[in-house]
């Protein structure tokens, strides 16, 4: 979510009210600051030299926690070699130490629209370990190849010391590729992601590219608009899958890993699904699979944004699942992915991907795993979900649309049902959620004079309230 000055003015007390609730832990500890300057001191970098590559980062521009290198190039013959570096944490975060200590406790990096707080201390996260252009780093170095079509024949990864030449933006990314100024290296993102979306589609991957959230202060008031997300985005987005792909199948063939799984959607999902895109007046032929469906929706029109962010809210909840000794789950797949799957390219911002990068390094390198992985997997599910990621996210979004509206209550606005408590066999509905058009706002809405609400109806909902201070719903529509 971005915001602008004024926007984060009229919020920063509720954004610092939100993180003393959930505890969140602003600083780190002295000790915990000097076991970074030591591990800094101590560590052993006897990694291979890949410095001859030449590297870039493609991240927001005020971005210094930098994960993730690439390097893209046409393999003699056909097809692509895709190098991908990703930050090298464990050189530095010994198990037990300090620093593993507090990561364990803040299981990944927050992000609010006025601050971030980090896993690791910043010496490490936005100094030493991160991929910052012109500074040699130590890295877990991803081989992929791929064949003209972009599939993939062949990956390993090994660590390797790399360098960075330059750290790009997406919106600069996106119009060098726009205008035709782009290097090589640009355009064969362009052509390798492309391929590898082709790919997805293949495979029954489902992609919903919802927006991001901008509050904005306009005219004398607040904003809230959504921004659409950069084809650049995607294409490296699909390097990162891709190498959550190959990570997964090597921990399945060497016997030992961790992967983040997902079941398919119900029957009875799919069903209500159905139902939700014909009151929304989107057609669904019974013979399309979903997949195909939110391809192609346009998350800038209305009624495919209601039901994307509908969809979404009902996909089946994603799990870590440990295994070690070839005793391989059954259920190993990521629905939305389609594929088996695994976290393992942002160790700066969550911490299972420390664990899963050491399992594949010992894996290609015909190893066993590592000790301190092995002594950490029956309780790292549990650890991971202490995450506050989510919950933070969803409170900061209830406190942003309670912002833009808080001045406005009394006032009617065009909204469409997108939920009710038909769901939860109630025949006659009165209460469910609303979608917004302008502002881009989903909320609880409640009918007062006993009318029952209709999914998919369009109708004038009252705003009865907008506190961003409120203990219940922040935001509330009444249909009068």
């Not at 990703?86 to 803040?106: F, K, M, N, W």
């Not at 399992?359 to 991971?384: E, N, S, T, Y």
């Not at 989510?390 to 979004?397: K, L, N, P, S």
Request: hydrophobic share 40%; proline share 7%.
């Amino acid at each position: 979510m971005h915001m602008s000055d004024e926007a984060l003015d009229a919020l920063g007390p509720a954004l610092v009210e939100l993180r003393a609730e959930l505890k969140i832990p602003l600083v780190f500890p002295k000790r915990v600051l000097k076991a970074a300057d030591k591990a800094v001191a101590e560590a052993q970098l006897d990694h291979k030299d890949a410095t001859d590559l030449p590297f870039f980062t493609i991240d927001p521009p005020t971005s210094k926690d930098l994960d993730q290198a690439m390097h893209l190039e046409r393999r003699p013959g056909g097809g692509f070699r895709v190098y991908y570096a990703i930050a090298d944490v464990a050189t530095y975060v010994r198990s037990g130490s300090p620093l593993d200590v507090e990561a364990r406790d803040r299981i990944e990096t927050l992000y609010f629209p006025d601050l971030k707080v980090p896993l690791h201390p910043p010496l490490l996260s936005e100094d030493v370990v991160s991929l910052l252009p012109g500074k040699p780093r130590p890295a877990l170095l991803w081989q992929h190849d791929l064949d003209a079509d972009g599939n993939v024949t062949a990956s390993s990864v090994s660590r390797a010391m790399v360098c960075s030449r330059a750290k790009l933006s997406y919106e600069g990314v996106q119009q060098a590729i726009d205008d035709g100024t782009a290097e090589e290296c640009l355009t064969l993102l362009r052509e390798i992601g492309t391929l590898r979306e082709t790919v997805e589609i293949e495979r029954g991957g489902i992609s919903v590219n919802l927006p991001d959230q901008e509050v904005t202060f306009q005219d004398g008031s607040f904003r809230l608009n959504y921004v659409a997300m950069l084809p650049v985005e995607g294409w490296n987005e699909q390097i990162s899958l891709m190498t959550g792909m190959a990570a997964a199948q090597i921990m399945i063939d060497s016997g030992t890993g961790i992967l983040r799984t997902q079941r398919e959607h119900s029957a009875q999902v799919v069903g209500r699904l159905h139902e939700i895109a014909t009151c929304l007046g989107i057609d669904w032929d019974l013979g399309v699979p979903y997949a195909t469906l939110v391809r192609d929706l346009d998350p800038t029109k209305r009624e495919h944004m209601a039901f994307l962010t509908e969809a979404t809210t009902n996909m089946p909840r994603a799990e870590y699942a440990v295994f070690r000794d070839h005793q391989t789950p059954e259920h190993t797949k990521h629905a939305t992915i389609a594929a088996p799957y695994t976290h393992c390219t942002a160790p700066l911002r969550r911490l299972v991907d420390r664990y899963t990068g050491e399992l594949c390094v010992a894996a290609c390198a015909d190893k066993p795993p590592p000790k301190w992985v092995l002594d950490a997997l029956r309780c790292l599910p549990c650890d991971l979900a202490r995450g506050k990621g989510g919950v933070a996210g969803r409170q900061t979004v209830d406190l942003a649309e309670a912002v833009v509206l808080m001045d406005r209550e009394g006032e009617m606005f065009d909204a469409a049902v997108i939920d009710t408590d038909a769901e939860r066999n109630d025949p006659d509905p009165l209460t469910g959620r609303v979608y917004l058009a302008d502002p881009a706002v989903l909320a609880k809405i409640t009918s007062t004079d006993g009318r029952k609400l209709r999914l998919g109806a369009s109708v004038r909902a009252r705003l009865e309230r907008a506190d961003p201070t409120s203990d219940e719903d922040k935001v509330l529509f009444t249909l009068p």
